[in-house]
């Protein structure tokens, strides 16, 4: 998939983009009055300038709840600052039990009508997590044709980035429930896990990384491949099993995760991947650091990720957009 806007936004939506400055949620009716402070905003877009850029969510439907409405319009003034060409929402967009159908009253609860702000209307590129494998994951993909910023063609699949500017890099978006025996052992909770084939998906993401000419390669699925956590340590080790040794043989200098509900970044000095947990825009929890963690914090926010020619910055956002840590990848 070679990234393009597929599809024609609502003009409804696109009309308010006229405006300057960032518009309070009370004019979007949304009910929260929130600004995002100007001097965040202003410092991600003069870092971001001129460059091609998404920003990254996880773990964020809480219907509202725990900061959200604040973090959803915080992401739409992120986006607008840093020219956001794309939103990718990695994993448990919906908790607790996923979705049901395509006519699921959740899509429009604890999706539609909480990124409300205009620039949160452009294109969504979606992962599924634990949560989702708890319902229709089918349903999820089926939504593309009913919303016009859903886009999630397979349950595993590759953007491909490129512009006139030199900028080159594939995004590998993966379905990591279907990859963990924890889920996979357990079709009663999770009845979508086994449905997705472990090592036909193995197989795709092997011949998408060896074909990648790519300047850079971003593997991007719900679960850490390391993290400190309270979570089934065998989450962990699967990925290690599985994931680690593609990200290993082909070089993907990026492997962002979610499912943690905190950032951390974690480098080991034997891969050349540098492995992210983004946090939520809603419920935290709490982290301490371990071996080889650069950067933890229990925020609430997001990831901004920036590409030119030669770099590749990502930049951990907290809910006013402040940044709290940022880093630049060179080829």
Known sequence: MTH????????????????????SAQDCGCGVPYVT?????????????????FVIVNDENRFGLYGQRKGAWTLGDVAEAVDAEFIVSNGDTF??????????????????????????????????????????????????????RWNMPNFYYKIQ????????????????????????????EYPQSAKISRDEQLRWLDKELAMSTATFKIVIGHHPVYAQTSKDESERLDMQKYILPLLQKYGAQLYFAGHIHNFQVIKKPEYKTVFVTNSTISKTRDVSY????????????????????DTCDFYLVDNNAHILYRERLSR
């Open 290 to 309: 371990i071996e080889g963690t650069v950067f933890a914090q229990n925020s609430q926010g997001m990831t901004v990720v920036s590409i030119s020619e």
């Open 95 to 148: 908790h607790y039990l996923g979705v049901a159908s395509v006519q699921d009253p959740v899509f429009k609860t604890g999706f539609e009508d909480i990124y409300t702000h205009p620039e949160t209307h452009i294109p969504w590129y979606f992962t599924l997590g634990n949560h989702e494998h708890h319902g229709n994951g089918q349903a999820l993909i089926d939504y593309s044709e009913i919303s016009a």
């Open 4 to 23: 393009l806007f597929p599809k024609l936004l609502p003009v409804a939506f696109l009309l308010c983009l006229s405006f300057s400055a960032p518009i």
């Open 37 to 53: 402070p100007e001097s965040a905003l202003d410092s991600l877009k003069n870092l971001t300038e001129g460059r091609y850029s």
């Open 161 to 188: 980035v490129q512009n006139p500017d030199g900028v080159s890099a594939d995004l590998f978006l993966i379905d990591t429930p279907s990859l963990l025996d924890k889920y996979r052992d357990n079709p009663g």
